[in-house]
């Protein structure tokens, strides 16, 4: 099995910024890409962010120019830096992790997600 846990959260005033992290482990052959998702209250969770394994990044536009994906593969984990806040920023924040648990068998596996709170 493989378990996901998301770890950073916090409450930030507007403009601030705060790191996620996200470490993946348990029966990993290979890790094919990663992302961040959020869900907002009242709202579906969404994408942020993901990353690849040799390090190709995608944003959702509400975020391009502020938050940054990166990784470090030896730890099976991934970091989302976000700057600026905003209020509409506040989620859930959720890690994702496509994985070849075996050579011939792909999962998705997901976190339990931490609290981002940003203050006006």
């Known amino acids: 099995q493989v378990q996901v846990v998301e770890s950073g959260g916090g409450l930030v005033q507007a403009g601030g910024s705060l790191r996620l992290s996200c470490l993946a482990s348990?029966?990993?052959?290979?890790?094919?890409?990663m992302g961040w998702y959020r869900r907002a209250p009242g709202k579906q969770r969404e994408l942020v962010a993901t990353?690849?394994?040799?390090?190709?990044?995608n944003y959702a536009d509400s975020v391009k120019g502020r938050f940054t994906m990166s990784r470090d593969n030896a730890k099976n984990t991934v970091y989302l830096q976000m700057n600026s806040l905003k209020p509409e920023d506040t989620a859930v924040y959720y890690c994702?992790?496509?994985?070849?648990?075996?050579?011939?068998?792909?999962?998705?596996?997901w976190g339990q997600g931490t609290q981002v709170t940003v203050s006006s």
């Open positions: 990353i690849t394994s040799k390090g190709s990044t």
């Open positions: 348990g029966s990993i052959f290979s890790i094919n890409a």
């Open positions: 994702n992790a496509v994985v070849l648990t075996t050579y011939m068998q792909s999962g998705n596996y």
